[in-house]
């Protein structure tokens, strides 16, 4: 069975980055099939796609946060990895790490989210 | 982008109630729409995929159907367990937006 888990700091301070990492246990991240993504959702409120990865490094970020989105895949240790930087409390949210289908963009996997807050 | 408008935001329904949810696209997507169920502090679940595809182990009460522009989630029994927030999801390669989500609720 796949499993996907979410880590790194709970809080971030303004104007800093934002680094998370997913690890993948059950499978290999470096299936021809799938995308590696992050999503994320702002307490109270609904889901927001920030990017995709894939296995070979290729990447596509939401338009909107694309000046400040990094993803990373390291294939060594199945994880893959979230930069967000410039931080403000807007970005305040818990963060999913998931599995797409590469061409019917289901998010089939998901992990169980981790909050991160930005605080001084 | 596509813009996703799902309707209504909130509804309360009994149990045995057939439930609708409805969510339009700003622009044709053909049938590249799914639909997650959230309940509260776990992550989405996917349900239907490719408008009207059940996904492997979801119980055939929830069904999709649309193409084009509109699209339509439907629970044909609500059970108690169906508590939760419903998202659409659209995927217009390669980007990808959410619908509002719409919150169930037991009347």
């Known amino acids: 069975q796949l499993q996907l888990q979410e880590s790194g700091p709970g809080l971030v301070k303004p104007s800093e980055t934002l680094s998370l990492t997913c690890t993948v246990s059950g499978g290999s991240i470096r299936s021809t099939s799938y995308y590696w993504v992050w999503i994320r959702q702002p307490p109270g409120k609904g889901l927001e796609w920030i990017g995709n990865?894939?296995?070979?490094?290729?990447?596509y970020y939401n338009p909107s946060l694309k000046s400040r989105v990094t993803i990373s895949v390291d294939t060594s240790k199945n994880q893959f990895s979230l930069k967000l930087s410039s931080v403000t409390a807007a970005d305040t949210a818990v963060y999913y790490c998931?599995?797409?289908?590469?061409?019917?963009?289901?998010?089939?996997?998901w992990g169980q989210g981790t909050l991160a807050t930005v605080s001084s | 982008d596509i813009q996703m408008t799902q309707s209504p935001s909130s509804l309360s329904a009994s149990v045995g109630d057939r439930v609708t949810i409805t969510c339009q696209a700003s622009?044709?997507?053909?049938?590249?729409l799914n639909w997650y169920q959230q309940k509260p502090g776990k992550a989405p679940k996917l349900l239907i995929y490719?408008?009207?595809n059940l996904e492997t182990g979801v119980p055939s009460r929830f069904s999709g159907s649309g193409s084009g522009t509109d699209f339509t989630f439907t629970i044909s029994s609500l059970q108690p367990e169906d508590i939760a927030t419903y998202y659409c999801?659209?995927?217009?390669?390669?980007?990808?937006?959410f619908g509002q989500g719409t919150r169930l609720e037991i009347k």
């Open positions: 999801q659209q995927y217009d390669n390669p980007s990808i937006t």
């Open positions: 990865i894939y296995y070979s490094g290729s990447t």
């Open positions: 998931a599995r797409r289908e590469n061409i019917a963009a289901r998010f089939d996997y």
């Open positions: 490719d408008a009207s």
């Open positions: 622009q044709d997507i053909s049938n590249y």
